[in-house]
C-alpha cells in the first residue's frame, strides 16, 4: 500500500509539475509593452514555482519510494522549497501590486520577501528535523514543535496575509470597469489565487486519497488563469476578449492593456 500510494503521488505531483509548468510558459509568452514585461513574468514566475515545487514533491516521492530519500537529502529538499515558496509568493504579490496601483514598489516588496525567506528559514532548523516518514502517500519530515508564537504567527500571516489581501483588492477593480473582457479577466485571475489558497488551507492532506485529491485540485486555479489570458472561442466571442492586449507605461490598473 505504501509503494501503491508514493507511486500515486509522484505521478499526482508530476502531473501538476506539467500542468503549472505549461500555464507559466504561456503566460509568459504573451505579448506586452515594455513596462508591464515584469509583472507578466511575476505572474508567469507564481505557476512556474509552483511547478517547480511539485516537481519536488515529485522526486522526493520517488527517491522514498527506492528506498533513498535520506533524512540529509529530505531536510535539503525542504529547504529548496522553502527559498521556491518565497519566491514565487513574491512574484504573485509584485503581480498583484502592479496591477493595483500601476507601479511595482520593488524595495519594499523585495525586502519584505527576504525577511521572509530568512524567518522561514530560521523556523525550518529551529525544528531540528529528526526523522523523515511516508504520511499519506507522501515523505513528510518530522520535527520537534517550534514554541515561538511571535515566530509562528509572523510565518503564517507572511504565506497568506499579503497575497489574499492583494488578490481581494485586485477583485475590487471590478468596480472600476464595465467592460466584459476586463471583467473576465478580473474575475477569472482574482478567483483563481483565491482558490489556490482556499483548497491550500481548507483541504487535508490526512490520508492518501485526500492528499491526492488536494494534488489535483490545485491544478485548477492555474487553468483558471490561463483561461482568463487565453479563452476559448466562445467566451471571447461572448466578452469580446479575443484581441490581444500589451500595457503601456501608467496604463490603468486592471485595463485591458495591463498583464
Known amino acids: 500500500m505504501t509503494n501503491a500510494a508514493l507511486a500515486a503521488s509522484a505521478i499526482v505531483a508530476l502531473v501538476a509539475a506539467a500542468a503549472y509548468g505549461y500555464v507559466a510558459a504561456r503566460l509568459y509568452r504573451r ?11 511575476q505572474f508567469s514566475l507564481w505557476w512556474g514555482g509552483l511547478g517547480a515545487s511539485s516537481a519536488v514533491s515529485a522526486v522526493e516521492a520517488t527517491l522514498a519510494l527506492g528506498g533513498w530519500l535520506t533524512l540529509d537529502l529530505a ?33 519594499p516588496l523585495s525586502g519584505f520577501y527576504a525577511l521572509f525567506y530568512l524567518v522561514a528559514l530560521y523556523y525550518e532548523i529551529l ?7 511516508v504520511q499519506a502517500g507522501a515523505p513528510t519530515l518530522l520535527a520537534h514543535t517550534v514554541n515561538e508564537p511571535v515566530l509562528v504567527a509572523f510565518i503564517l500571516l507572511a504565506l497568506l496575509v499579503p497575497e489574499i489581501a492583494a488578490a481581494i483588492l485586485y477583485l475590487s477593480l471590478l468596480r472600476r470597469t464595465h ?16 482558490l489556490w ?16 485529491t488536494k494534488g489535483v485540485l490545485e491544478i485548477v486555479p492555474a487553468l483558471l488563469s490561463l483561461l482568463a489570458y ?24 486592471g485595463s485591458s492593456e495591463g498583464p
Open 179 to 194: 467592460d466584459p473582457a476586463q471583467r473576465y479577466r478580473i474575475v477569472m485571475v482574482g478567483s483563481s489565487i483565491l
Open 31 to 41: 505579448p506586452v509593452s515594455p513596462g508591464a514585461r515584469l509583472a507578466l513574468s
Open 230 to 253: 487565453q479563452p476559448p472561442a466562445g467566451v471571447r466571442r461572448r466578452f469580446r476578449t479575443g484581441a490581444p492586449f500589451g500595457a503601456s507605461p501608467g496604463a490603468a490598473p
Open 75 to 107: 531536510v535539503t529538499l525542504s529547504l529548496f522549497v522553502v527559498l521556491l515558496d518565497v519566491i514565487f509568493l513574491w512574484g504573485l504579490t509584485g503581480f498583484l501590486v502592479y496591477v493595483y496601483t500601476g507601479r511595482y514598489h520593488l524595495v
Open 197 to 212: 489558497f482556499g483548497i491550500l488551507a481548507f483541504v487535508p492532506s490526512t490520508t492518501v486519497a485526500w492528499n491526492l
Open 127 to 133: 525544528g531540528h528535523p529528526y526523522a523523515v516518514v
